[in-house]
């Protein structure tokens, strides 16, 4: 009977753990504490643009045996399209390029830094080192009339512009949906601007 097989051979071994256990010496009993493997630290890396005649992406070089090897990309992006290649997988996410390396007036140059804060109306010191290049999502997404009511309640230091208008500038490098700040007028738009690079 298989039933009768199976309970014999759990009593047998039971059995045979029990006598294993009678025999250790009495110091084999106190626990040990295990050493935890010790974390290597990450290698550096650096980031870089690349591109074809046809697609574009970021490459990634880490540092191993002071040499600087190839560890990855960001998914390729088309030239021309914009769409993303979807024949293979195991790209890299294109938020984990720091913005400095980001294309300018790109896509990817006004998505989220992986490495910066998303709380609502709160500078970031991430978004500050960039200054404001863009600026949070919270923040472009304000329109005018919400805009008019929240830059009264910061105090932040100012930020000039040179050989271009402060909603040039906003649109072009900070991200601001012109249609959406098309009606502040001068002096909003530079309390704006100033918000922007101090990190909100």
């Known amino acids: 009977n298989l039933w009768i097989l199976f309970w014999a051979i759990i009593g047998i071994a039971t059995a045979a753990a029990s006598v294993a256990k009678a025999g250790e010496p009495a110091k084999a009993s106190q626990h040990v504490k295990s050493k935890k493997p010790v974390a290597k630290p990450a290698a550096p890396v650096r980031w870089k643009a690349a591109q074809n005649n046809t697609w574009r992406w970021y490459e990634r070089e880490s540092l191993i045996k002071d040499e600087w090897k190839l560890t990855g990309i960001t998914t390729p992006v088309h030239r021309i399209t914009g769409e993303y290649y979807s024949v293979a997988i195991g790209y890299l996410e294109q938020s984990a390029v720091p913005h400095d390396v980001r294309r300018p007036g790109s896509i990817e140059a006004f998505d989220r830094d992986a490495n910066e804060g998303d709380e609502p109306g709160r500078p970031d010191p991430v978004r500050r080192a960039r200054e404001g ?18 830059l009264p309640t910061i105090d932040v230091p100012e930020a ?41």
Request: aromatic share 10%.
């Open 133 to 150: 290049r863009p600026a949070s999502k919270w923040l472009r997404s304000l329109n005018a009339n919400e805009l008019r009511q929240w």
């Open 160 to 200: 000039g512009v040179e050989n271009m208008t402060y909603w040039e500038h906003l649109t072009r490098d900070h991200g601001f949906d012109p249609v959406k700040i098309e009606r502040l007028n001068e002096e909003e738009q530079a309390k704006l601007h100033a918000a922007a690079h101090d990190g909100y």
